[in-house]
């Protein structure tokens, strides 16, 4: 059942419209999770509050007297209070003031919201630990995701948080390190001969036939509140720090960040926590960049066989594309395209600033430099990166990006000859 908090008040199909009470009871299982009137794929949910009860709520207990994590926004989340996982300390990641990098930029600012610094090192965590919180409410057993690899090792960690069995659906060329990730948090993984999307379906299918919670964000509508709170954390850090930015740069994938993002951000707006929105700056890779095409076309183009070396966003057929869609022209936002090399040069920017990224989280920061490239960035815009996982994650292209260290003998002269080369 979807049984939640007094906050939540319906379900609308993003699709068609039409609602469902969050009162009724529903069976668990996979039903809830999509629209009823439309297809599986096309009738996804999106979550909707009382956001007078959450203001009296934020009344009686302050923001300001709550844990720093994201859970200080549970009414926002559909978790009864009661359920909210003590010890899971998910969210609340600070906002570095990068501001040499503004500067070299000629940004009016450029601040980066580090999400690497997350249990497992994704922005992922946050969409994970609401899930499986959910999950533990419905009093599921066993939860399983698809995944190009943060999505799923996050899961794993909270699934081994909470002492239940993880099962993982991932392409067999997953990154190296997020596998290592998942098979110490002891997740059951299967590599999959084929494409993300071949993972995807047969995920979801395993999910009907072995009754496991589905953690896939595109269906899943709990996913996305817990994304969400980056947007709430944007917004109440933003407030705090008397800095409302023009521009949020997120990277696009399957859709659901930069779409729960801007939900975040706009029921922070509606709560009066800020007093404007952000316009989005999403950043695709240029080999796969389905998002880009819809924007002018209102559809998915036919996949391609491009590539990216970004593999948290190598998505061909992202199943949020129209929750992405929407929150990008509400923002009047942008999407930009950035190439590997792109990727590769924003990986070294980002660490000589201190910033240590996959490429994914680097593509935010490639955007916010082509954007100044294109002059739709300039000395007028306070700009915020989402950096969405760390560097960690795919050692091979931050190797790739750093370069070799100068081998030596343990010899003073020799450190003196290659001071001179360099
Ligand atoms: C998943 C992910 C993204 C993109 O999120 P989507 O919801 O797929 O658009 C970006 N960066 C990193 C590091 C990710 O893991
Ligand atoms: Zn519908």
Same mark, same amino acid.
């Given at each position: $059942?979807?049984?939640?908090?007094?906050?939540?008040?319906?379900?609308?199909?993003?699709?068609?419209?039409?609602?469902?009470?969050?009162?009724?009871?529903?069976?668990?299982?996979?039903?809830? $999770?999509?629209?009823?009137?439309?297809?599986?794929?096309?009738?996804?949910?999106?979550?909707?509050?009382?956001?007078?009860?959450?203001?009296?709520?934020?009344?009686?207990?302050?923001?300001?007297?709550?844990?720093?994590?994201?859970?200080? !926004?549970?009414?926002?989340?559909?978790?009864?209070?009661?359920?909210?996982?003590?010890?899971?300390?998910?969210?609340?990641?600070?906002?570095?003031?990068?501001?040499?990098?503004?500067?070299?930029?000629?940004?009016?600012?450029?601040?980066?919201?580090?999400?690497?610094?997350?249990?497992?090192?994704?922005?992922?965590?946050?969409?994970?630990?609401?899930? $499986?919180?959910?999950?533990?409410?419905?009093?599921?057993?066993?939860?399983?995701?698809?995944?190009?690899?943060?999505?799923?090792?996050?899961?794993?960690?909270?699934?081994?948080?909470?002492?239940?069995?993880?099962?993982?659906?991932?392409?067999?060329?997953?990154?190296?390190?997020?596998?290592?990730?998942?098979?110490?948090?002891?997740?059951?993984?299967?590599?999959?001969?084929? +494409?993300?999307?071949?993972? !995807?379906?047969?995920?979801?299918?395993?999910?009907?036939?072995?009754?496991?919670?589905?953690?896939?964000?595109?269906?899943?509508?709990?996913?996305?509140?817990?994304?969400?709170?980056?947007?709430?954390?944007?917004?109440?850090?933003?407030?705090?720090?008397?800095?409302?930015?023009?521009?949020?740069?997120?990277?696009?994938?399957?859709?659901?960040?930069?779409?729960?993002?801007?939900?975040?951000?706009?029921?922070?707006?509606?709560?009066?926590?800020?007093?404007?929105?952000?316009?989005?700056?999403?950043?695709?890779?240029?080999?796969?960049?389905?998002?880009? !095409?819809? $924007?002018?076309?209102?559809?998915?183009?036919?996949?391609?066989?491009?590539?990216?070396?970004?593999?948290?966003?190598?998505?061909?057929?992202?199943?949020?594309?129209?929750?992405?869609?929407?929150?990008?022209?509400?923002?009047?936002?942008?999407?930009?395209?950035? +190439?590997?090399?792109?990727?590769?040069?924003?990986?070294?920017?980002?660490?000589?600033?201190?910033?240590?990224?996959?490429?994914?989280?680097?593509?935010?920061?490639?955007?916010?430099?082509?954007?100044?490239?294109?002059?739709?960035?300039?000395?007028?815009?306070?700009?915020?990166?989402?950096? +969405?996982?760390?560097?960690?994650?795919?050692?091979?292209?931050?190797?790739?990006?750093?370069?070799?260290? +100068?081998?030596?003998?343990?010899?003073?002269?020799?450190?003196?000859?290659?001071?001179?080369?360099?």
């Amino acid at each position: $059942m979807l049984i939640m908090n007094s906050t939540l008040t319906q379900l609308r199909c993003i699709n068609c419209g039409s609602t469902t009470k969050a009162s009724v009871a529903i069976a668990a299982g996979e039903q809830w $999770m999509t629209c009823p009137a439309c297809s599986p794929s096309e009738g996804i949910l999106d979550i909707e509050y009382d956001l007078d009860a959450v203001r009296r709520s934020w009344e009686k207990r302050p923001l300001s007297d709550r844990p720093l994590n994201h859970w200080r !926004y549970h009414e926002l989340l559909p978790l009864a209070a009661d359920q909210i996982p003590r010890g899971w300390q998910v969210g609340w990641t600070p906002i570095v003031d990068t501001a040499r990098l503004a500067q070299e930029l000629g940004l009016r600012s450029l601040r980066v919201k580090d999400d690497g610094r997350n249990p497992s090192g994704s922005l992922k965590d946050r969409a994970s630990s609401v899930g $499986m919180a959910h999950a533990l409410q419905i009093g599921a057993d066993t939860v399983a995701c698809a995944s190009t690899g943060n999505a799923a090792t996050s899961l794993a960690c909270h699934a081994a948080l909470a002492g239940k069995a993880a099962r993982i659906f991932v392409p067999h060329t997953a990154p190296e390190p997020k596998l290592a990730q998942l098979l110490v948090y002891g997740a059951k993984v299967f590599a999959v001969e084929g +494409t993300y999307d071949e993972a !995807y379906q047969l995920c979801s299918a395993a999910c009907d036939r072995f009754g496991w919670y589905n953690r896939n964000c595109a269906i899943n509508p709990v996913l996305v509140e817990g994304k969400k709170t980056a947007g709430l954390e944007v917004a109440e850090q933003s407030a705090l720090a008397g800095e409302v930015p023009d521009w949020v740069a997120v990277s696009v994938g399957d859709g659901c960040t930069i779409a729960g993002i801007w939900k975040g951000l706009v029921e922070m707006h509606t709560l009066g926590v800020i007093d404007r929105l952000p316009r989005l700056l999403g950043v695709q890779a240029a080999g796969v960049a389905p998002i880009d !095409y819809a $924007m002018t076309h209102d559809a998915l183009p036919e996949v391609g066989d491009g590539s990216t070396i970004a593999d948290s966003i190598d998505v061909p057929v992202p199943r949020n594309w129209r929750k992405a869609v929407q929150a990008l022209r509400e923002s009047d936002g942008v999407v930009v395209c950035v +190439t590997d090399e792109q990727l590769l040069d924003a990986i070294r920017l980002g660490g000589k600033h201190g910033i240590f990224a996959e490429p994914a989280a680097a593509a935010a920061l490639a955007g916010i430099v082509a954007g100044v490239e294109s002059k739709l960035l300039g000395a007028e815009d306070r700009v915020l990166a989402m950096m +969405t996982g760390t560097g960690l994650k795919d050692i091979r292209s931050s190797t790739r990006a750093g370069g070799a260290p +100068t081998r030596i003998k343990p010899s003073l002269d020799e450190v003196a000859v290659a001071l001179e080369q360099a």
